[in-house]
C-alpha cells in the first residue's frame, strides 16, 4: 500500500487555490498529472474543488451546464441516470483517511486510493474534469 500524503489542497469551494498548492511543489507536473494536464488546456484551466464540481453536477444546474457545454461542442456530463461515473476533485478529504474527494452525479465521496501521491494520479476508474471560469 503506497504511502498517502497530504498536501494542503483543503479548499472545497476553490479549485484554483488547490491548484497554486500543487503548483508549488517540485516537479508537480510529473508528480499530480490530473493538475498539468486541466492547466495544459490554457492558464484560466483547473481542477475543480468539491464544491464547485458537486454544484455543476446539481439537478438543476446541470441541465444548463450540458446545455453550455454542447453549445461549444465540449463533452457534457453524463445523465442522472447513468451511474458509476465519477469525477475527482482537487480538495483533499479533511478525515484521517488522507485522500481526495471524487463527485459522482448523485453526491460527493471519498475514495481511499490517495489522488496526491508522489506516484501521481493513480485512478483509472475515476475521470478528471477541467473547468474555467468565463
Same mark, same amino acid.
Given at each position: 500500500?503506497?504511502?498517502?500524503?497530504? &498536501?494542503?489542497?483543503?479548499?472545497?469551494?476553490?479549485?484554483?487555490?488547490?491548484?497554486?498548492?500543487?503548483?508549488?511543489?517540485?516537479?508537480?507536473?510529473?508528480?499530480?498529472?490530473?493538475?498539468?494536464?486541466?492547466?495544459?488546456?490554457?492558464?484560466?484551466?483547473?481542477?475543480?474543488?468539491?464544491?464547485?464540481?458537486?454544484?455543476?453536477?446539481?439537478?438543476?444546474?446541470?441541465?444548463? &451546464?450540458?446545455?453550455?457545454?454542447?453549445?461549444?461542442?465540449?463533452?457534457?456530463?453524463?445523465?442522472?441516470?447513468?451511474?458509476?461515473?465519477?469525477?475527482?476533485?482537487?480538495?483533499?478529504?479533511?478525515?484521517?483517511?488522507?485522500?481526495?474527494?471524487?463527485?459522482?452525479?448523485?453526491?460527493?465521496?471519498?475514495?481511499?486510493?490517495?489522488?496526491?501521491?508522489?506516484?501521481?494520479?493513480?485512478?483509472?476508474?475515476?475521470? &478528471?474534469?477541467?473547468?474555467? &471560469?468565463?
Amino acid at each position: 500500500n503506497p504511502k498517502k500524503n497530504k &498536501v494542503g489542497c483543503d479548499n472545497k469551494n476553490d479549485g484554483i487555490t488547490n491548484m497554486r498548492v500543487i503548483q508549488r511543489i517540485f516537479r508537480w507536473k510529473e508528480k499530480y498529472p490530473a493538475f498539468a494536464w486541466c492547466l495544459e488546456l490554457g492558464d484560466d484551466w483547473y481542477l475543480p474543488a468539491k464544491n464547485e464540481l458537486n454544484f455543476l453536477t446539481k439537478n438543476d444546474i446541470l441541465s444548463a &451546464v450540458n446545455k453550455t457545454l454542447i453549445s461549444h461542442n465540449a463533452v457534457p456530463f453524463p445523465d442522472k441516470g447513468d451511474s458509476g461515473i465519477w469525477y475527482w476533485s482537487s480538495s483533499e478529504d479533511d478525515s484521517e483517511k488522507d485522500c481526495a474527494y471524487y463527485i459522482g452525479i448523485s453526491g460527493v465521496y471519498w475514495n481511499d486510493d490517495n489522488l496526491y501521491s508522489d506516484t501521481g494520479y493513480k485512478s483509472t476508474e475515476n475521470r &478528471v474534469r477541467a473547468i474555467s &471560469v468565463f
